[in-house]
């Protein structure tokens, strides 16, 4: 989720746990432990300032994690229970448990999502059902924030907004699945699907869909009940091994293949001396240009000569990147 929707959760948590007499109706060591909770795992977002290559390999990585989830409440325990007085430390630990564990929990329901299971599988778990930044929770989660201040018991504000929100995930499950289906239905006399990616916009109603056949890729948006497919590509044999030998150990390379869950390839000889290679991530198609990228040049020998991975939103402002790096 998007920062402001996991303040919204911790001030939200803020809020219910005012009712636990363990922590001594200290509001600030309360709202300082719930929402610095539902925060902190993003701390590898400062990752970005060294590359993008190291950000995308390890943003909800290993601060995701099994371990970290348990002890960045160890960590806000200490800090909380060192500065604040009057609390009790088991109650601050198992409200900073609960705000870690939620942000880990409802990241995994968007496109992106994290490697909650390391150190047991590195796989990125993607459940591709709720935006980065859904509007209609931030929006429930805002209006029983104001209700709550305005003076109504947090129990009877976050109690029915919960069931709502479990509902919600729900309607959006059922959502993916039939869309799934009438997109499968679409394209079924076209080849075997191999992988098929639906995952929401911030719209409601309209949702990204990517089918790879074994001969093509089809990828376009819902509306509605309307799927529309604005690209269809031929598929290109797989790069040759002599490519690879030298473009799996770029870094960028690296981090867009271990992160990407769908995506093609495409390869290009500029001119005699410089071949390209170009991963495109099928998720985001916007605009007719596909905004996430790995893009490597190599020389005669194959040796790298320029590289980069990201998000772009114009072939212009990527080649300048390319180059810049």
């Known amino acids: 989720m998007d920062t402001a929707t996991h303040i919204a959760i911790g001030v939200g948590l803020t809020a219910i746990a005012t009712t636990d007499p363990g922590l001594g109706q200290n509001i600030a060591a309360t709202a300082t432990v719930l929402i610095a909770g539902s925060l902190i795992p993003d701390i590898d977002t400062v990752l970005k300032l060294k590359d993008n290559a190291t950000y995308i390999s390890n943003h909800r990585g290993i601060t995701h994690s099994v371990p970290f989830t348990l002890f ?38 968007n496109s992106y999502g994290t490697q909650a299971l390391r150190p047991f599988s590195n796989k990125w778990i993607q459940l591709s059902v709720i935006n980065t930044f859904d509007p209609v929770i931030f929006f429930i989660l805002l209006l029983g924030i104001i209700i709550w201040a305005l003076g109504v018991h947090p129990y009877v504000v976050f109690g029915p907004i919960l069931l709502v929100l479990i ?8 959502m993916q699945s039939w869309l799934k289906k009438q997109a499968l239905n679409q394209v079924e006399h076209l080849g075997t699907p191999i992988k098929v990616f639906v995952a929401p916009t911030i719209r409601f109603f309209q949702w990204r869909i990517a089918i790879q056949t074994e001969k093509h890729d089809y990828v376009g948006r819902s509306f509605g009940r309307n799927i529309v497919f604005s690209d269809k590509v031929e598929r290109q044999p797989y790069p040759n091994d002599i490519i690879m030998k030298h473009a799996q150990y770029d870094p960028n390379i690296r981090a867009f293949l271990g992160f990407s869950s769908i995506y093609r390839w495409h390869i290009e000889h500029i001119d005699n001396d410089t071949t390209e290679l170009r991963f495109i991530d099928l ?5 007719d240009h596909y905004q996430f990228v790995a893009i490597v040049h190599l020389d005669k020998e194959m040796k790298v000569l320029h590289s980069y991975t990201g998000w772009v939103f114009t072939e212009e402002k990527l080649m300048k990147k390319l180059y810049a790096n």
């Open 72 to 109: 960045w409440p160890l960590l806000l325990t200490l800090l909380v229970y060192s500065v604040f007085s009057g609390v009790n430390p088991l109650h601050i630990w198992l409200w900073a448990q609960l705000a870690v564990f939620l942000h880990v929990f409802v990241d995994i329901f």
């Open 167 to 174: 509902g919600y995930y729900a309607l959006r499950f059922v």
């Open 283 to 287: 998720r985001y198609l916007k605009n």
